[in-house]
């Protein structure tokens, strides 16, 4: 089975502009979560897409938003970046059903953003 | 509300030498803990897991882990340490209902001499 990919791989962009970065889970799962790793924040939780809906939002401003296609691929939008916007973006999917034991979040190799 | 913690920002030891790399939760509930490891430009891969059951948790790579609900901890072990195991290790935790999202410990450097 695949695992999730992510592309670009590696992006630079300049403050102000936007940015989009796609996930593609594993198939069959229907989860697509979003998180931010930076050396001073750590990793840091920004939004879960499950069935097209989001269905859990971290503590982030508007200016990061997000989609999930019908077919589970999800998009991560980022508007009017900032140079703190630089960081490692990690895709995780899963199966989204989180009473059962198998809803194990397997991680992309992320999306390396800088901000100049 | 979750936390993870990881007291330790680098782990040393030598190859062949027991490793242990600590992590403590603040979960309410019982918790579903995970075990992360994250290799230089790479995402992070699944090494483990504890949802119930068997405090004691085998992995891949010959990790394992202990859960210990009265020291809220759980710890990950390897008997004999790799060099090729240097990595950033994370443990996150998960509520046991509701939505997947992993809260993170900070991540410890395990550095393995040879």
């Known amino acids: 089975k695949a695992g999730v990919t992510q592309t670009p791989r590696y992006l630079i962009k300049t403050r102000g502009q936007q940015v989009t970065l796609s996930c593609s889970p594993i198939?069959?799962?229907?989860?697509v979560s979003w998180y931010q790793q930076t050396p001073g924040q750590g990793l840091q939780f920004l939004f879960e897409?499950?069935?097209?809906?989001?269905?859990n939002k971290g503590n982030f401003p508007g200016r990061f938003s997000g989609r999930q296609f019908s077919n589970s691929r999800s998009e991560m939008n980022v508007s009017t970046l900032e140079l703190g916007d630089s960081a490692l973006y990690l895709c995780?999917?899963?199966?989204?059903?989180?009473?059962?034991?198998?809803?194990?979040?397997?991680f992309g190799p992320g999306t390396r953003l800088t901000v100049l | 509300a979750q936390s993870v913690a990881q007291p330790e920002d680098q782990v040393n030891v030598a190859e062949g030498n027991p490793l242990t790399v600590k992590c403590t939760y603040s979960?309410?509930?019982?918790?579903?803990l995970f075990w992360y490891v994250q290799y230089p430009n790479r995402g992070l891969q699944f090494l483990l897991k504890?949802?119930?059951?068997?405090?004691l948790v085998k992995g891949s790579y010959g990790f394992e882990a202990e859960f210990n609900k009265s020291q809220t901890s759980f710890h990950l072990k390897k008997p004999s340490a790799l060099v090729s195991d240097s990595a950033l290790y994370f443990c996150?935790?998960?509520?046991?209902?509701?939505?997947?999202?992993?809260?993170f410990g900070k991540g410890t450097m395990l550095l393995v001499s040879p």
């Open positions: 995780a999917s899963s199966t989204g059903l989180a009473a059962t034991n198998v809803d194990t979040q397997y």
């Open positions: 198939s069959g799962h229907r989860s």
């Open positions: 897409y499950f069935s097209e809906t989001q269905r």
């Open positions: 979960v309410s509930g019982n918790p579903y």
């Open positions: 504890y949802i119930t059951g068997d405090n």
């Open positions: 996150a935790s998960r509520p046991p209902s509701g939505y997947s999202t992993l809260t």
